[in-house]
């Protein structure tokens, strides 16, 4: 087995990485939920649907999305479905697949909720980043993701 091992600068920056990530979404969770009224999975979950040809996503990718066990995922589904936010449809092209579908009222709320969410996003991450930061933070962190 290879003996890997971290520099000191490695570590204080999965450190730093680590903490501002769970700092950051406790604090825009608990916005959301408390100006709002919504989860921040929820939210998640309405984003990647708004982002996708005609506000639908198969389970399996939406699971993938947003970093959730299949099970997680269908019980959190259903969650959002009795609420109104999100219907289900068969696949037509494969009889096990599903589809989870943005309603009408899911979109109506991820719009009421956007402002607070990207406010949030301003004010306790991007205010701490210069433009070429970002652009830093982003290539390294899609390269970390890839």
Do not use: I
């Not at 999975?41 to 996503?57: K, Q």
């Amino acid at each position: 087995m290879d003996d890997a091992v971290l520099t000191s600068p490695q570590y204080l920056a999965w450190r730093a990485f680590l903490e501002a990530h769970a700092r950051v979404t406790e604090v825009l969770a608990r916005e959301l939920r408390e100006e709002e009224d919504l989860p921040l999975t929820w939210y998640d979950v309405m984003v990647h649907l708004s982002e996708a040809p005609e506000h639908r996503l198969r389970m399996q990718d939406l699971a993938e999305a947003v970093l959730l066990s299949k099970s997680g995922l269908t019980r959190l589904v259903d969650r959002m479905q009795k609420a109104g936010l999100l219907s289900r449809e068969a696949c037509p092209s494969d009889r096990r697949g599903t589809f989870a579908l943005l309603t009408d009222r899911g979109l109506a709320t991820l719009r009421a909720a956007a402002p607070t969410h990207v406010r949030g996003v301003q004010e306790h991450f991007a205010a701490h980043l210069t433009d070429e930061e970002a652009a830093t933070l982003t290539a390294v962190l899609r390269r970390v993701a890839g």
